[in-house]
């Protein structure tokens, strides 16, 4: 139990152009869910914080309007990149929680690349 | 402000040792401090959850120290297989929907 996915897992797309990540709670309802980026070699740095049917907490330094984050369901949640620039290149990954429980179940991630 | 560290950036070692990973943290309290194992281009997977008043947890090969005087954890892996190899996470955090604050990872290799 307890899995996550994302979608697509690998996007490549132009610069000025736009990019929606999807992430699923395949099994379980996801009170919290929180968006993460990692660069290679380096941790994951956390970008926003999202629950369900709430505007999502970004963390200092992430631009909200440029990563629109929406968490209409309690099962998923959805990552827009606006005006992608390759600055942006990066893994993108999802995870969510349960009520009451510590653990975050994380999605496998999205390879995004902006050329 | 909240700092996260994981000693070694890598470690390599022999197959069938104990590895024994460090987390060190500071400007934070913690309730509790979790590991996670992530390999690469994959996401994070949860390994252990130890709580502040806990002094060790267990779990098959894995264990885990929680020392909050020293402000730090420990992460052991007995008989170590090459299997075990990928980075691991320590991440802290306070309650069960708030964020959690993950440390830099260390690469464990195991060689056979």
């Known amino acids: 139990g307890a899995v996550v996915s994302q979608h697509p897992s690998r996007v490549i797309c132009k ?9 699923r709670s395949l099994d379980f309802q996801a009170t919290t869910m929180f968006w993460y ?15 369900e049917g709430s505007k999502a907490t970004y963390e200092q330094g992430v631009e909200k309007d440029k990563f629109l984050i929406n968490h209409a369901s309690l099962t998923l949640s959805t990552l827009t990149v606006t005006s ?17 429980i510590y653990e975050q179940y994380f999605g496998p991630g999205t390879r995004l690349t902006v050329t | 402000s909240q700092k996260i ?6 470690l ?31 996401g994070p997977v949860f390994l ?3 709580r502040e008043n806990e002094k060790e947890k267990r779990k098959e090969r894995l264990k ?11 992460f052991h892996i007995t008989a170590s297989q090459p299997a075990d ?20 990872g260390t690469r464990l290799s195991i060689r056979p």
């Open chain 2, 64 to 74: 885990v120290t929680f020392d909050t005087t020293l402000k730090q954890s420990l």
């Open chain 2, 85 to 104: 190899s990928a980075t691991y996470l320590c991440a802290l955090g306070r309650s069960s929907a708030s964020k959690i604050i993950f440390g830099s």
């Open chain 1, 37 to 51: 980026r990692q660069f290679p070699k380096q941790s994951l740095m956390l970008m926003a914080t999202s629950n």
């Open chain 2, 12 to 42: 390599n070692i022999q197959e069938g040792k104990t590895a024994t990973l460090t987390c060190n943290y500071t400007n934070y309290s913690p309730a509790y401090l979790q590991w996670y194992r992530q390999d690469p281009g994959r």
């Open chain 1, 15 to 23: 610069s000025g152009t736009s990019v929606k990540i999807e992430c």
């Open chain 2, 5 to 10: 560290e994981q000693n070694s950036e890598a």
């Open chain 2, 48 to 50: 252990l959850l130890i």
């Open chain 1, 84 to 100: 992608a620039h390759p600055e942006d290149s990066s893994f993108y990954i999802c995870s969510a929680t349960r009520q009451g």
